[in-house]
């Protein structure tokens, strides 16, 4: 816990809070207004559950009986939340030639709230583990892809409804299709479709072109993916840079100053197109994203796309620190 103390008065008063308060994470002070604060505390242990809950239902590939009922989940799991719920259901097209029954989860808290901040991660898991140098077809867990931005999420939607109200509006998108990409070793690349801007990033795509809600905007968002991993690191991605970067310095100083610089590296490490890159774009609100990523070996982790990419490569710690940094930053935030 960080704390900046502007006079002696607001030390005694900090003091006199933190005796009679249980919960030592929840106190904050905002240093725009030295007022105290009050941020709730993550639970990482409730974060893992429910990254372990969408792996047992199986590899969430889209058309698959394990997807349906993991969208089914969110869905039920976001309303005993207390959100407003709206699934955008459409039909996404593959490389391959496939065509998907997608659905793009949107979950609202504090709609009359004008100033609003969206949150998103992706739920779907690729449907082949092309990087695995002896199972390149298998389908596979995708713990660390898909679920534990979902993960992170949820647990914030646990907060948010068990907690004091923070001074923004939020929403929670869980986008769909985004991992049925091409093979990064296919040579023979086949043309987009009209109106589809790549094979990825289907679920933001269409969202950013056909919002849930008429003249939606936020003031910005964060993209959480591939957030869970052991000895993760999150570097200043340049797409976010280019489009955000007052919400990259928003984030990573909030993350330094709970002391958590280890982990949020304060330079930048190459661009990645995500599915911020088309909230950004085409959806027209600034957001970053929250991504792992190796430098050493330029990827996001020897498991990324493989059949590795289970519970075992799941960390409490990883959850619990982006999980915190990103309760601080929306708990912090003025109407």
Request: proline residues 4%; aromatic residues 10%.
């Amino acid at each position: 816990m960080h704390f900046v103390m502007k006079n002696s008065l607001l030390a005694l008063l900090l003091f006199s809070l933190l005796s009679c308060s249980s919960n030592k994470e929840k106190v904050a002070i905002s240093e725009k207004t030295s007022l105290i604060i009050n941020v709730p505390a993550f639970n990482g242990d409730s974060a893992y559950h429910f990254i372990k809950k969408q792996v047992d239902f199986g590899p969430r590939i889209p058309n698959s009986t394990s997807h349906q009922k993991t969208g089914d989940f969110l869905v039920d799991q976001l309303k005993a939340y207390g959100a407003t719920v709206v699934e955008q259901n459409f039909t996404g097209e593959t490389f391959d030639g496939q065509r998907l029954k997608l659905r793009n989860i949107i979950a609202s808290y504090y709609p009359e709230k004008q100033k609003r901040i969206l949150l998103a991660a992706h739920w779907d898991t690729r449907p082949f583990a092309d990087k695995d140098a002896q199972k390149p077809n298998a389908p596979f867990d995708g713990a660390n892809d898909g679920a534990s931005g979902v993960g992170v999420l949820l647990e914030i939607a646990r907060v948010l409804h068990s907690n004091d109200t923070p001074n923004i509006g939020m929403d929670i998108i869980f986008f769909d299709g985004e991992d049925w990409g091409e093979p990064e070793n296919q040579t023979n690349h086949v043309s987009l479709p009209k109106g589809l801007d790549s094979w990825w990033c289907l679920g933001s795509q269409h969202w950013a072109k056909n919002k849930h809600k008429g003249g939606y905007s936020a003031y910005y968002g964060i993209l959480l993916d591939m957030v869970g991993g052991k000895n993760a690191r999150f570097y200043r991605e340049e797409i976010s840079q280019q489009y955000a970067p007052s919400i990259v310095d928003k984030v990573w100083n909030a993350a330094g100053t709970l002391g958590y610089s280890h982990v949020f590296v304060n330079t930048s490490q190459g661009s990645v197109t995500d599915d911020h890159y088309y909230v950004n774009t085409l959806g027209k609100i600034p957001m970053i994203d929250i991504i792992n990523f190796d430098p050493a070996n330029k990827n996001f982790g020897d498991f990324h796309h493989t059949t590795k990419d289970n519970m075992e490569v799941i960390s409490k710690e990883t959850l619990q620190i982006v999980g915190k940094t990103l309760l601080h930053v929306l708990y912090q935030e003025e109407k």
